[in-house]
């Protein structure tokens, strides 16, 4: 029974390019996506000097003067890109004890009057000034582009290991253009005597996948299995923590799971933790209600064979079966970023918010 793992298992990338042991990569990512929905990666193929930069620029940029930081305010986005204050988030009834930066891949909006508002989603990132983190943008973005490129050719690895052809995922993505993915650059700081150890509570990941890179030593990063019981995901160096987003999991009829995770702030006496992950998106006007995968009885199987899940935490994300992906993203931001939503989509603000302006924004 795997419902009860107890660690997360690692693969090694460079088993992909030997024609000897490309099976074995195969057939350890098919238990990993069916029965763990997360996975270490090692070796990935990202240039190391450029991980190494993105860890080194983690810290210097929650550094940057406060000023700095509010002219990139997320509330200046209609795309939610930009600076979030520390403790302006709450999961599950608590707030998040996090402080974070989102960015993306270069995208140009081309929402025109009459399209869906959730068109507006993409667009182009705010970026610190040059002059107050020289280098970070250019190195962020040749970062962004290798995590992008390894992304697109892992969910073909992941439709081989669940039977299905590797070109198949490519009818998920923009297909007039590119797709937009965004990232995220947290700090968890050391919790004060009054604040709890909830870095982010309970909760899944939207899209297909997300690449994490664990970006300092400290342990936090926990994962739920189908019992309920909380597992750790310390930091492994040279790897990406992979795991499965809601959109993956319904369009693949919840054979690749979407695993419930959370983060620990770090222990006091500790110093602050960053990561940096990314998350791969698919294209915004894809109805995954409309989409069927044709699976073989042997991986149909093994999903039956997994078993119950059990009492789990999270239930976000929950509408990728009914509405557009780009509404579901939509929908996610409105509720986590309510004072954003009140600037740019004020329709949709009353519709959520129709007491006005809450304290903080809340996922679920």
């Known amino acids: 029974m795997a419902a009860n793992f107890s660690s997360v298992p690692v693969l090694d990338y460079s088993l992909v390019a030997n024609p000897e042991r490309r099976a074995e990569f195969i057939s350890q990512l098919q238990h990993a996506v069916i029965n763990v929905g997360f996975l270490y990666l090692s070796n990935p193929p990202v240039a190391q000097e450029d991980i190494q930069a993105m860890i080194d620029y983690a810290p210097r940029l929650f550094d940057l003067p406060q000023e700095a930081k509010e002219k990139i305010r997320m509330v200046n986005s209609e795309h939610f890109f930009g600076y979030s204050r520390f403790g302006t988030e709450f999961t599950k009834g608590k707030t998040d004890q996090r402080e974070q930066f989102d960015f993306a891949t270069p995208f140009e909006n081309r929402w025109k009057p009459g399209e869906p508002e ?34 697109y050719e892992f969910i073909g690895l992941l439709a081989e290991a669940l039977g299905l052809h590797p070109e198949i995922m490519k009818a998920f993505y923009e297909t007039d253009g590119p797709t937009q993915h965004r990232a995220k650059v947290v700090k968890y700081p050391v919790p004060t005597d009054s604040s709890s150890d909830q870095g982010v509570g309970p909760h899944f990941d939207g899209g297909f996948l997300t690449f994490l890179l664990q970006a300092s030593p400290h342990r936090g990063l926990q994962v739920q299995n189908l019992a309920g019981k909380w597992i750790d995901a310390p930091p492994i160096p040279g790897t990406f923590v992979v795991n499965i987003g809601k959109a993956l999991e319904t369009v693949t009829q919840g054979i690749a799971r979407a695993t419930s995770h959370r983060v620990l702030s770090p222990a006091k006496g500790s110093t602050p933790r960053y990561s940096i992950p990314f998350f791969q998106n698919i294209a915004q006007k894809l109805s995954i209600k409309d989409v069927t995968l044709e699976f073989s009885p042997e991986i149909l199987k093994l999903k039956e064979q997994r078993g119950a ?18 509404q579901v ?17 004020p329709d949709l603000f009353k519709q959520f918010f129709p007491q006005g302006l809450p304290a903080q924004g809340s996922a679920y």
């Open 118 to 151: 959730y068109v507006r989603l993409w667009g182009p990132a705010q970026w610190p000034e040059e002059e107050v983190i020289p280098g970070f943008k250019a190195t962020m973005l040749r970062y962004l582009a290798q995590v992008e490129t390894l992304s």
């Open 329 to 345: 993203n939509l929908i996610g931001r409105i509720k986590s970023h309510p004072d954003v939503a009140e600037r740019h989509y």
């Open 309 to 326: 899940l059990g009492a789990i935490d999270s239930v976000n994300y929950a509408e990728y079966g009914q509405l557009p992906t780009g």
